[in-house]
């Protein structure tokens, strides 16, 4: 697994629009380097991220090679009401990585 | 003495004993580019405006460049962004990212990190629920990174 | 022959002490950085280091191989124990009669009193206990000062510092004493101190030791680097920990 660090307001007010900030551990391998005998080193990079929010798609990424390893990704979503956010990362091979967030809006 | 180092020279001194080398496509991203904004935008008219893409002119690194892309938008159901993609002109491939928003976002701002093989122009494009395409592009210069492993 | 060649060693000597930075002179890598990579930095919820670091957490909580110890069973709360330990290393082995850095601390530590294997060097698991002992001195100043039994091997780190080596032949001193603030290859050259190790190098797209920072170093002017945990790498840490003193520590740094 790999390591993750999530960050947004724990407790925001009904109606505010936080943002939140994910970072992943993740080579991000291009696909484009050569080894040191001169073969390709194959494309490995998570290329989907998404965010539910109790269940409901609030974000979507579809990302490619020219994103940076350790893929840094902030957006924003308004704090409708408490429950779970649910972080996934989904790479070439279909593995998926899942973070669950508890979010409590007062 | 005198530091008779220039770019060029270390660039020459690398060459040939490195580990792992970056080998650019055959040099048509500028064409792939188009073709790749023609794929999204289809027939519809791309102007500029309503998006704002920030990135630093100049980075000392293209592993890892900051990129803050907004667009202006109220972000309500009837008016919104629906996505944002980011095109570059001289990486191999010309997509970094497209992001998928919805008036659930509240505001349509993403910020991330992305690598830039070379001095390069970046586009970013907002579709938004009427359908209407909008964009901005920003200019960086990459630098090459001092005393590495090559 | 020995009169001139002490003669040409003391003014080589008095040459390179008064190239050494003053205290109120001395500037970190955070200052000769970009904005954004100072925003990347200071920033822990994005800093790609504090990835390590939370690795480094949960392995200090770890029992270590088939000892029933970890870390926290001896150290307990590191925030408190750790707490400018970093800034004091390389420090004195009294058992081993010379200086260990942090990554040697830690594998010391594990073949003492954990019974496990040491960790390798830049590997995932060191780099994250390093990462997570380093960041527990966070604003606390470096205090790596002579003492008598340090002498030797600082004087060594010192003399290894203002070696002029490698098919460029440069010496650490002429880029990093006398001229630091001017670029090389568009890139401008800091003053060399490792107020940020572990770092997250953007180079490397991963964090990475003080030890691999000098090895890219001695690379780049194509001499021979040490070997990981040699003499005389420990020597020159040590001698860069003595240098920036007083700096505080800014673990783990972001740096291009």
Redesign the interface.
Known sequence: MA???I?FPPRPKRGE??EI?T???H?ME?G?????KGA??PRDIISRFTCT?NG?E?????????????????????A?ESGELVFSWIDDNGQIQSEIRQITVE | MQLLLTRRRILLAASGIGLASFVPAAGATEEAMAGAIRDLTGEAPLAPGKVKLELPSIVENGNTVPLTVSVESPMTEADHVESIHIFNQKNPQPYIAAFHLGPRAGKASVATRIRLADSQKVIAIARLADGSFWSDSADVIVTLAACTEQ | MRTLLAAGLALAAATAAAAEIALDARRSGYDFASPEIRAMQDDESANPGMLWVLQGESLWARKADAAAKSCQDCHGDAAVSMKGVAARYPAFDPVLARPLDLEQRVNRCRSEHQGAEPLAWESEDLLALTAFVARQSRGVPITVTASPTLRPFLDLGKELFHQREGQLNLSCSQCHDDNWGKRLAGSVIPQGHPTGYPIYRLEWQSLGSLQRRLRNCMTAVRAEPFDYGAPQAVALELYLMERAGGMPMDAPAVRP
């Open positions: 390591r993750v660090l960050n629009i936080i900030k970072l992943i551990q080579q291009t484009y380097r050569l080894d040191n390709v080193i929010y409901e609030v974000f979507r990424a579809e990302l490619f090679p020219a994103m940076s390893a350790n893929p840094f990704i902030a957006f924003s979503t308004v409708t």
